[in-house]
């Protein structure tokens, strides 16, 4: 409220500072604990709903700390090495693979938590802004991209989350979505990638 009555320049600061302090406990508090994510959703959402510029900075951040987020894969082009990559798909130098993946799962984890929130009628604010059509939107998307060492890590992590909230609002297209997973995206799924979630979902 003291940045609304400073200026327009001073929320817009405030309100980028907020959105990247949020979306960074993707690789903090959700990283290590999925179910955190919960609470945390639930003030991002009320938050996009009061301030909706805040909405469009939470997805940016997003997807600029995960490109699981979008989703997409980054393009990689003649010549380029494997760190250049890794870096261009989230990876920080000196990371382990482990804890890049975990990471990048900690970030699915909360945008799975923020699009399945709904928000009470008491609060007064209306709905999440971002609500749980952009989830079935994500899954969509993922179950036609070719898979990727992390692409069942991730799914496994957005599904914890969002799953319930999926199958309560699309019934039937919600379980074929997820057999054509199985069908098309499980047996491409690369040699490599973590045994775990594959063998869950």
Known sequence: QRAEVTGTHALAFCEH??????VAEGAGQVMLHPRSSFPIAMVTAALMAV???IRDLVVAHFHRA???TVPMHARRTTGMSDE???EKMGRKRG???EIYQKRMCGYVSLYAALVQTELPESLGIGANPYGIEHGWRWLARVANMKPRNLTCMA???FLDIAAFSLSSRYGRQF???????LDNVLPTVPS?????????L
Do not use: F, N, W
């Open 51 to 53: 301030y909706p510029t």
């Open 95 to 97: 990371e382990s693979v």
């Open 84 to 86: 250049e990559y890794s």
């Open 17 to 22: 500072i907020i959105a990247e302090r949020l």
């Open 155 to 157: 799914i496994d992590a």
């Open 192 to 200: 490599k990638a973590p045994p775990g979630p594959t063998s869950r």
């Open 66 to 68: 995960s490109v699981m």
């Open 175 to 181: 379980h074929k979505l997820m057999q054509a997973l």
